[in-house]
């Protein structure tokens, strides 16, 4: 049992907030998520972590304890101990105030510690340009909300501490399935984030693991070997599943690079690409040879149970689909520069990325072409939106508007 005692504050490197929502089926296989961030604690004094953990099965020694039903723990880790533990009734974790709250304590230690770098890891289910974070009830915190929760914590942070104004959120690790989309990235972009780490398919709990965090402080000035590195250590990692054996957390990982001005360049590309698609559509086939061309690339969630209403079945690996287009013969030089010029401008922002050929807890699924973001692809109107009647959309966002979406859509729809 972890007690709580008093840390002595250090120069921290970075300063790592992990925001756990437990209340559903994964509260009990992601603690470990918990424990990690302890052992990496004790190995290396330069990272911090600020915890939210809303569960219903952790408890504290010198905490009030919430035996038989969900509470929430605010707390700190830091050189192998626990610290600044409070407790209380549970957060509602998918409310865009609450995690404000959390991003703008997130910053007050990092400042307090002297940290150079500042992350937030999202521990939850998601459900890609669907948003994450889920509640028990089924519903989700939109991608839109996630990032204003961040933009509003960093101005509560700046309005408390001016003197620490200029500190942001630098990355963000999406412990959730699907949430490597360029939605997301788009979204984390406008709210001055500059690294998403995430995985474009569906993962298995508990997930990332917490020892990222070592990569990261271990690589403050190499982005790049940063991102291999957080990479190296998600692909690597193994679950022991018992008589079943281990089991990776991931078939792809990815660290994007979310800089404004690559992020501007993929969406200018993006929107020609569409717009041109569109404006053509009518003429030499083009609608019916783009509409083979996504086809013949999977959407995601794959593996042998999946079925076809699936919602994120319309995710497509946007590079794959974007170089399938460039190939193809059948259009015309400009529709096949433009593809091109998108596919370069997503592939930009891939700092690190790994995929697997054959990745066995999903009965072998092929996943190789899978390096990189995806984006929402519906081939039937039936996959525009699927789930809009539980409230949850994936085209009510910023990039869908601003690359105009819309016009892929009805071409391939």
């Known amino acids: 049992m972890l007690q ?46 600020t915890v939210e953990d809303t569960t219903a099965v952790r ?20 050189d192998g101990g626990v610290g600044n533990v409070r407790s209380g ?31 937030i890891d999202l521990v939850d289910h998601g459900g890609g ?13 939109s991608m839109p909300d996630i990032a204003k929760a961040i933009s509003d914590g960093l101005a509560m942070h700046a309005a408390a501490h001016p003197d620490d ?23 984390l972009c406008r709210a001055g984030v500059r690294y998403l780490a995430a995985s474009p398919e569906t993962m298995l709990a508990p997930g990332v693991p917490s020892d990222v965090a070592h990569a990261i402080a271990s690589h403050e000035n190499d982005p790049k070997a940063m991102a291999k590195s957080v990479v190296g250590d998600v692909m690597r990692t193994k679950y022991d599943a018992g008589d079943f054996g281990g089991f990776g957390p991931a078939a792809a990982f990815d660290v994007l690079d979310l ?21 053509e559509a009518g003429a030499n086939g083009v609608r019916g040879i783009v509409r083979e061309d996504a086809r013949a690339i999977q959407g995601m969630v794959r593996f042998p149970e999946a079925s076809k209403d699936m919602p994120w079945r319309a995710d497509r690996p946007a590079i794959a689909f974007y170089d399938t287009l460039a190939g193809d013969g059948r259009l015309d030089a400009r529709l096949r520069s433009d593809a091109g010029a998108a596919a370069n401008a997503v592939r930009s922002l891939v700092l690190g990325h790994r995929e697997s050929g054959e990745f066995a807890p999903f009965g072998g699924a092929d996943y190789s072409d899978a ?37 892929m859509t009805r071409v391939l729809a």
């Not at 995690?99 to 992350?119: E, I, P, S, Y």
């Not at 669907?130 to 009830?137: A, F, K, W």
């Open 4 to 49: 709580n005692v008093t840390i002595t504050p250090a120069r921290r490197s970075l300063e790592f907030g992990i925001y756990r929502d437990g209340d559903n089926n994964l509260d009990a296989i992601q603690e470990s998520t918990l424990s990690q961030a302890l052992h990496t604690s004790a190995r290396d004094s330069s990272i911090e972590f």
């Open 371 to 407: 390096a990189g973001p995806t984006i929402h692809l519906p081939t039937t109107r039936n996959q525009i939106d699927p789930w809009a009647s539980g409230g949850v959309v994936e085209t009510k966002n910023d990039f869908y508007n601003n690359v105009d979406e819309a016009a």
């Open 89 to 119: 009734p549970a957060d509602d974790m998918s409310d865009e105030a609450n995690l404000a709250r959390f991003v703008a304590r997130t910053l007050d230690n990092a400042q307090a510690g002297g940290a150079k770098q500042t992350w």
């Open 129 to 141: 340009d669907g948003g994450g974070l889920e509640t028990s009830d089924g519903s989700v915190m």
């Open 165 to 187: 104004a200029g500190r942001s959120i630098d990355g963000v690790v999406a412990n959730q399935c699907l949430m490597d989309t360029m939605g997301f990235a788009d979204a």
């Open 59 to 78: 408890h504290f020694h010198g905490a009030q304890d919430h035996k038989g039903g969900l509470h929430t723990y605010d707390y700190t880790i830091s």
């Open 259 to 279: 800089d404004p001005a690559k992020m501007r360049a993929a969406e200018a590309n993006i929107k020609r690409l569409n717009d041109d698609v569109g404006a």
